[in-house]
């Protein structure tokens, strides 16, 4: 009589899946399931335990104490005829003696099994995967109690694999997880990237806009001192003084645009120590020009060899842009005063306590309402028609007064006129 193998269980493709989803087949040993075989051979006193678990064409052993092989074939598989009965533990005596397995290569041929126990592995759905199983190579049997701990250790077995399938899911997740963080700071460092190139380019645009309009008002100045020039042709000292007045023009433009090329650079401000009251003295005939005749500009320095540390460009800009503001403000006719003095200042929210040069700028204009006052520092904010401002220029002075260590102050009110004060931190007295 030929050996007959063991016919499939009626639910054979879902078994099968169930055991592929698991993902154990032919991985490596595990410690927990050679645990299950070493007590499986102690309990029932045999030379031979097994994991077993019934692939579609072959038993494979994912722990095994007593054989040198992995895997045999299913049609040899004692296992693949315990899964037919999931709910009982297959016990064959002496296998010489059962119809099944007397004429099976195992046991004609190495390891000659003559007995055989196995207790099958039920996943949560009813599906037996296998076995866990002992084997002797002399006829015997199991005790009850021998019995029931092969089913324990097969209960044991099925918590393991699904418990390896729930690990397995839970490294392959943190796996996800590590290569959607990466991408994600990838995808963000590339953000920044873009919000810091976007940022450098808004500023580089307000600063060559603010440039643009502080240059504007030096050529106007320029322009009025050519024309004066033109007029005067031929008074020497007129000429002289004119076109000096024209000079200092140029040369504040020429600061001007190195302003903008080490913005474009990203460079350091060019800082330097300024005694704010000389250079505003020295400034009269370019303010003056700016001014234009229908405004009476006086001066009233009383902070003399007070130095400051700013940028001389800045500075100069400042200077044109609040002069410019409140000539446009007056319109026809009026008077602007422009002042310094030294101030204490302690128990201020926005400046920290010391001395400060104020340096102030008043006309006798009509003034503005308390929700207009607020909005006038902030950048393209401008009350002018279309084309007249461009509502950087006060933005501009308040840029400056922060970069000195200051701040700007606004006092006006509907027919009171108004009065930009700059704060700006002192450094000292320059000695005579």
């Known amino acids: ?56 064409e072959r038993q494979w052993f994912k ?85 029931s701990a092969l089913q324990a250790l097969a209960r044991q077995t099925a918590s393991l694999l699904q418990l390896r399938l729930l690990r397995d899911q839970r490294e392959h997740r943190a796996e996800r ?3 959607e963080l990466a991408q994600a700071k990838a995808l963000n460092q590339l953000t920044e990237q873009s919000l810091n190139h976007a940022k450098r380019v808004s500023s580089l645009g307000m600063v060559t806009a603010s440039i643009a309009h502080d240059f504007n008002n030096i050529l106007q100045a320029l322009s009025a001192s050519l024309q004066m020039i033109r007029l005067r042709a031929r008074r020497p000292e007129d000429v002289e003084r004119f076109s000096d007045t024209g000079l200092q023009a140029v040369d504040q433009g020429r600061q001007l645009v190195g302003h903008l090329l080490a913005s474009v650079r990203q460079d350091s401000p060019n800082l330097v120590c300024i005694d704010v009251s000389a250079h505003i003295d020295a400034m009269r005939g370019v303010l003056s020009r700016a001014a234009t005749d229908r405004v009476k500009l006086t001066f009233d320095l009383l902070a003399p060899n007070t130095v400051v540390l700013c940028e001389e460009a800045q500075l100069n800009a400042a200077m044109l842009n609040l002069l410019s503001n409140a000539r446009d403000a007056m319109g026809a ?100």
């Open 63 to 147: 722990a095994c104490v007593g054989l040198d092989a992995r895997e045999t074939h299913r049609d040899l598989a004692f296992c693949a005829h315990a899964i037919l009965a999931p709910t009982d533990v297959l016990m064959v005596e002496d296998a010489r003696l059962d119809a099944r397995f007397q004429e099976s290569a195992l046991v004609l041929g190495p390891p000659y099994i003559r007995f055989y126990a196995g207790a099958p592995v039920i996943d949560d759905r009813g599906h037996a995967l296998g076995t866990v199983c002992v084997i002797d190579t002399r006829p015997r049997t199991l005790t009850d109690a021998q019995q």
């Open 1 to 56: 009589m030929s050996h007959s193998p063991a016919p499939f269980p009626s639910n054979e493709d879902e078994r099968a899946l169930s055991l592929e989803h698991l993902r154990v087949l032919d991985s490596a040993p595990e410690a927990e399931f050679d645990d299950i075989v070493m007590l499986a051979s102690a309990l029932c006193d045999t030379p031979i335990a097994l994991v077993s678990l019934v692939d579609r």
């Open 333 to 432: 006719a009026g008077r602007v005063r422009i002042a310094t003095r030294l101030a204490f200042v302690e128990d201020d929210v926005s400046l920290s306590a010391g001395d400060y040069l104020a340096l102030s700028v008043t006309d006798d204009g009509p003034g503005m309402p308390a929700d207009l006052a607020h909005k006038i520092f902030e950048p393209f904010f401008t009350t002018k028609e279309r084309g007249k401002g461009t509502g950087l220029g006060l933005s501009q002075v308040r840029e400056f007064a922060e970069t000195a260590g200051g701040a700007v102050r606004l006092r006006t009110a509907t027919g009171a006129g108004t009065t930009v004060t700059l704060y700006l931190k002192a450094l000292g007295h320059i000695k005579e």
């Open 177 to 179: 997880l590590e290569k």
